[in-house]
């Protein structure tokens, strides 16, 4: 099944995909082919239908934002606020993203192979966000739960001492925020570091990865109180 952005408007389109029959057993779900993908913005904003969505070329600001159920792949570069708000599903992005990827998500998973802006997962309380390559300024600023890999290198103000997200990186950091540390990967957490990179299809060896922690729950770690519910908030 095949759709053109340019002879759709947003609503439009996410009627005739939300209309596409789901087979009972849930397998082998439906393949939907989107083309003319030229820079708009808001696009596919608000899916939440269980289908397979492949797309090729350059999409603006708020791409899939408010995402559900379906698992997207696009290959070409997005704005920014992509994946903004998604619940459920995964966004698959083989290019670049601007701003804000993932800022206040709750579920799903979001992989971008590429590189993004400032704020990487700004705000948000549950979910993973993938990045293959260099992220920016402020990553997880605000953010309360969820987990964070970053391939690349970081710019400044990595972390939030006041959260819980789980932010792991493999290159090196312009600077952290006041209240955070590098950390190595505990056992326990390098097997679950592992197999989520398996899942989003990046390449790496989780043994190279760090972890960025608030030094509370670091300090907590190491006067073996075991995994705490943090109450430094």
């Known amino acids: 099944m095949r759709f053109d952005l340019s002879e759709h408007d947003h609503e439009s389109l996410r009627n005739a995909i939300a209309a596409i029959p789901i087979p009972d057993d849930g397998e082998d779900l439906p393949v939907v082919q989107v083309d ?9 904003m608000r899916l939440d239908h269980p289908v397979r969505i492949e797309a090729e070329g350059d999409l603006g600001d708020f791409a899939f934002a408010h995402h559900a159920q379906a698992t997207v792949r696009l290959t070409g570069s997005v704005g920014n606020g992509v994946g903004e708000g998604m619940r459920s599903g995964t966004i698959g992005i083989r290019g670049n993203a601007g701003v804000g990827p993932g800022a206040a998500m709750r579920g799903g998973t979001l992989a971008i192979y590429g590189s993004v802006g400032d704020r ?5 309380r549950g979910g993973e966000i993938f990045i293959r390559g260099d992220a920016g300024d402020h990553i997880g600023i605000g953010a309360l739960g969820g987990t964070i890999v970053i391939g690349g290198n970081a710019g400044r103000w990595i972390g939030n ?3 819980d997200v789980s932010i792991f990186i493999r290159g090196s950091a312009e600077s952290l925020a006041e209240g955070v540390t590098e950390a190595p990967l505990r056992k326990r957490e390098q097997l ?3 197999l989520l990179l398996i899942n989003a299809s990046i390449r790496g060896d989780a043994s190279e990865f760090r ?3 608030p030094d509370a729950k670091l300090h907590a770690e190491q006067a ?3 995994e705490l519910v943090p109450n430094w908030r």
């Open 120 to 124: 990487c997962g700004a705000a948000m």
């Open 224 to 226: 073996q109180q075991g």
């Open 36 to 44: 003319g993908a030229k820079g708009q913005h808001a696009a596919m």
């Open 161 to 163: 001492a006041q959260s």
């Open 192 to 194: 679950r570091l592992g």
């Open 211 to 213: 972890r960025i922690v």
